[in-house]
Every structure is written in structure tokens, then in C-alpha cells.
């Protein structure tokens, strides 16, 4: 019953988290503060009345429309606050009452808003990457792993080995192979993943990157929105890293 109890509290909490992730998603491409204003219709600009801003509720209860002008509101708003709810409730499911489960649900839910906006606008805020990091690092300093040591060693791990990933690439390619972004990313990732982790992510990042988006780069020219496999190899590398670092080892013959 107390883990029930858990879950459902931990998923409240993360569709309340997915509302500011929304703000986050909306205003920080265009520089402006997620503080203030309040949250208006993105249609009529009217600010929106507290009972009209609750997650997921509100857009079912007012199908979907601005009170005010009645204009449709964008499907992806309730789909990010349902996206939190099972992300925080995903994360006290596995990891039950342990601060494990705050870092999980803090961890993903920043690589959330950064896939989004990545693959919306090519752009890595620096709020959510360099803040991130700081994030990592103090939630390091909370029982279990990673330890602070741990944590500050990923967050180098992470920037120097997409770093050099990028260099080389300039060099073979003779144009920049990798945004500053994605990089400052990779240390917010190593900051909460430790260095395994954050080698891990850059691997099935670029993957996942090649197999998915690969064959739509090479027939529109498109660039590849690094970010958002990134955060998938992250959240992979979250829930499974060591599974499939052991399975490899035993692959090989080493585990």
C-alpha cells in the first residue's frame, strides 16, 4: 500500500514537473524567463486562470481550447505533463522510496526538455545542460551512488569524450562536427551517470542517431539533432547501463 501510495504521489508531482517543463520548452529558445510572466494561451495571450492550468485535467476538461479565444491548444502540452507523471512514477516504481528515485526523476526529466527543444530548434539551452550539471552534482552528494567522486569524474568523462569526438570529426569532415551544446550536455549526463555511463550514452547515442535519423540526413541534408538520442542513450543507459555492460562483458569474455 505505502509504495502505491508512492507511485501515485511521485506521478502527481512529476505531471505538476511536466507543466514547467512545458514553460521550460516554450521560452527558453526564445529568451525569455520561465518565472514571469504567468502562463498565457499562446494563441490570445490571455494569462491562464489557475483552474485551467492543471495538468492533464484541464486540457480533457476544456477540450482541449483556450476559455478565453477558444482556439485549439497544442496536443504536446498534456502529452509533456503525461510524459512527467510516468517519468517520476516510473522512477519510484523502480527505485521506491530512495533518493535513487529523485535523481532518476530529476535526471530524465531534464533530458525530456532538452530532446524536445533540440529537435524543435537545433538547441541546447545552457539553463537546462550547465544547470543540469550542477543539479548532478549536488544530488551526488545524497546517499548511494554516484558518489561526488564519481559524479565529477562523469562530468569530465563525459565533455572530454564528446569533445574530442567532435574535434576529430571538424578534422575529417573540414566543418564542425559537434554543437557546443551536445557537449555541455555529455557532462551533465556523466555529472549523474558517473563515466561508464556517460561513454555508454555517447555509444548508443550515436546509434541510435545513425539508424533512426541516419537514412533522413543523407536524403534531406537535414542535421542531425544530436540532443535527442543523447537523451535517449541516457535514459537507456539509466534504467539498463549495467545490464548491457555485463552482457557485453560476457560476450566477450570477460564477465
Same mark, same amino acid.
Given at each position: 500500500?505505502?509504495?502505491?501510495?508512492? *507511485?501515485?504521489?511521485?506521478?502527481?508531482?512529476?505531471?505538476?514537473?511536466?507543466?514547467?517543463?512545458?514553460?521550460?520548452?516554450?521560452?527558453?529558445?526564445?529568451?525569455?524567463?520561465?518565472?514571469?510572466?504567468?502562463?498565457?494561451?499562446?494563441?490570445? %495571450? /490571455?494569462?491562464?486562470?489557475?483552474?485551467?492550468?492543471?495538468?492533464?485535467? &484541464?486540457?480533457?476538461?476544456?477540450?482541449? @481550447?483556450? @476559455?478565453?479565444?477558444?482556439? @485549439?491548444? /497544442?496536443?504536446?502540452?498534456?502529452?509533456?505533463?503525461?510524459?512527467?507523471?510516468?517519468?517520476?512514477?516510473?522512477?519510484?516504481?523502480?527505485?521506491?522510496?530512495?533518493?535513487?528515485?529523485?535523481?532518476?526523476?530529476?535526471?530524465?526529466?531534464?533530458?525530456? %526538455?532538452? %530532446?524536445?527543444?533540440?529537435?524543435?530548434?537545433?538547441?541546447?539551452?545552457?539553463?537546462?545542460?550547465?544547470?543540469?550539471?550542477?543539479?548532478?552534482?549536488?544530488?551526488?552528494?545524497?546517499?548511494?551512488?554516484?558518489?561526488?567522486?564519481? /559524479?565529477?569524474? $562523469?562530468?569530465?568523462?563525459?565533455?572530454?569524450?564528446?569533445?574530442?569526438?567532435?574535434?576529430?570529426?571538424?578534422?575529417?569532415?573540414?566543418?564542425?562536427?559537434?554543437?557546443?551544446?551536445?557537449?555541455?550536455?555529455?557532462?551533465?549526463?556523466?555529472?549523474?551517470?558517473?563515466?561508464?555511463?556517460?561513454?555508454?550514452?555517447?555509444?548508443?547515442?550515436?546509434?541510435?542517431? &545513425? *539508424?533512426?535519423?541516419?537514412?533522413?540526413?543523407?536524403?534531406?541534408?537535414?542535421? *542531425?539533432?544530436?540532443?535527442?538520442?543523447?537523451?535517449?542513450?541516457?535514459?537507456?543507459?539509466?534504467?539498463?547501463?549495467?545490464?548491457?555492460?555485463?552482457?557485453?562483458?560476457?560476450?566477450? $569474455?570477460?564477465?
Amino acid at each position: 500500500m505505502l509504495n502505491v501510495l508512492c *507511485v501515485a504521489y511521485a506521478a502527481l508531482l512529476g505531471a505538476a514537473v511536466g507543466s514547467f517543463l512545458n514553460v521550460c520548452i516554450a521560452r527558453l529558445p526564445a529568451g525569455e524567463s520561465v518565472v514571469t510572466p504567468r502562463s498565457r494561451c499562446p494563441n490570445c %495571450a /490571455s494569462q491562464i486562470r489557475w483552474f485551467d492550468n492543471l495538468p492533464v485535467l &484541464s486540457y480533457v476538461w476544456l477540450g482541449g @481550447r483556450c @476559455r478565453d479565444c477558444g482556439e @485549439r491548444i /497544442s496536443i504536446v502540452y498534456p502529452l509533456v505533463e503525461l510524459a512527467g507523471a510516468l517519468i517520476w512514477g516510473g522512477a519510484a516504481l523502480l527505485y521506491g522510496p530512495e533518493w535513487k528515485a529523485l535523481q532518476a526523476g530529476v535526471f530524465v526529466s531534464l533530458l525530456l %526538455a532538452i %530532446a524536445l527543444i533540440d529537435a524543435r530548434h537545433y538547441l541546447i539551452p545552457d539553463v537546462l545542460s550547465l544547470g543540469g550539471l550542477g543539479a548532478g552534482l549536488a544530488l551526488s552528494l545524497l546517499p548511494g551512488p554516484p558518489t561526488p567522486l564519481t /559524479s565529477v569524474a $562523469g562530468a569530465a568523462t563525459g565533455f572530454l569524450a564528446l569533445f574530442v569526438v567532435g574535434w576529430l570529426g571538424e578534422k575529417a569532415l573540414r566543418r564542425p562536427a559537434m554543437g557546443a551544446g551536445d557537449v555541455k550536455m555529455m557532462a551533465m549526463v556523466g555529472a549523474f551517470l558517473g563515466p561508464t555511463g556517460a561513454l555508454l550514452t555517447i555509444f548508443l547515442g550515436a546509434l541510435l542517431g &545513425s *539508424v533512426i535519423f541516419g537514412p533522413i540526413s543523407l536524403k534531406t541534408k537535414r542535421l *542531425v539533432p544530436f540532443g535527442v538520442f543523447l537523451a535517449l542513450g541516457a535514459t537507456v543507459a539509466l534504467v539498463a547501463g549495467q545490464a548491457l555492460i555485463g552482457a557485453y562483458l560476457r560476450l566477450v $569474455g570477460l564477465g
